[in-house]
């Protein structure tokens, strides 16, 4: 053979062992702990499947194949918990009786419309749930004949608010006549004159609550 020949299958058979002892010496990292095939270096494993322990194995080399029980679970990626629903809002804006109508009166008052377009306005804003408009009485006048003007200004207030694109069927007006005043007994005695007119004003007044969640683009028409 040929000096030339001779370096090339030299060169070769260097070149084959190197894979050889790197192929063997990953299966061997691969597979610590376990009897494996020393051609190929894949685990040993008996009829039924079963690997065997070398004196190097420790749980922390189990492998899928042969210690399934010692490998640890996937970690699942968690959702990222619901954020808590917006607690409900409830705002509550009271007029003066006087402020939105003639003393006695149903009928608003010109200037009553800038506050309810106000109002109005605001409540565009939110996206509620429901408003009620409750109307209230002095003392004055019978139980009946109260409860019927606080009934009908409170109505009045919802007519209004409807012509400001507020949905009618989102709205609850009622009349609670005397029975809620403000003043407290005491307050304003005597009989019916200006001055205890003057002082129970703050018993004739219409309350509006709008409840709902929170306000943003996403406005309820």
Same mark, same amino acid.
């Given at each position: ?10 060169? *070769? ?20 702990? @376990?009897? $494996? ?12 499947? *079963? +690997?065997?322990? !070398? ?10 194949? +042969? ?17 808590? %629903? ?18 006695? &009166?149903?009928? #608003?008052?010109?200037?009553?419309? =800038?506050? *309810?377009?106000? #109002? ?7 996206? @509620?749930?429901?408003? *009620? ?14 409860? =019927? #003007? ?9 007519? @209004? ?12 007006? =009622?009349? &609670? ?10 307050? +304003? %005695?005597?009989?019916?004159?200006? &001055?205890?007119?003057? +002082? ?9 609550? $709008?409840?709902? !969640? ?8």
């Amino acid at each position: 053979m040929k000096p030339r020949q001779q370096i090339a299958l030299a060169t *070769l058979l260097a070149t084959t062992l190197m894979a050889a002892d790197a192929f063997a010496a990953d299966n061997d990292a691969k597979n610590q702990g @376990y009897l $494996v095939d020393g051609t190929d270096g894949s685990i040993v494993t008996s009829g039924s499947g *079963l +690997c065997w322990h !070398t004196s190097d194995w420790t749980p922390a080399r189990a492998v899928q194949q +042969c210690d399934p029980s010692f490998i640890p679970p996937p970690v699942m990626a968690q959702a990222a918990p619901m954020p808590p %629903p917006a607690p409900p809002m409830s705002r509550q804006v009271s007029f003066s009786g006087d402020a939105l109508f003639a003393f006695d &009166k149903a009928r #608003l008052t010109p200037e009553s419309t =800038e506050m *309810l377009d106000s #109002l109005a306005a605001q409540i565009g804003q939110v996206r @509620y749930d429901g408003i *009620l408009i409750t109307g209230h009485s002095d003392r004055f006048g019978s139980p009946r004949y109260n409860q =019927e #003007l606080s009934q009908r200004r409170a109505q009045a207030v919802k007519a @209004y608010l409807v012509g400001k694109n507020i949905p009618a069927n989102s709205m609850t007006a =009622e009349g &609670k006549g005397e029975t809620q005043p403000a003043t407290q007994p005491g307050d +304003c %005695p005597g009989a019916k004159s200006a &001055k205890v007119i003057a +002082c129970l004003q703050p018993d004739r007044r219409v309350e509006i609550e $709008v409840t709902g !969640t929170t306000t943003g683009d996403d406005r309820r028409r």
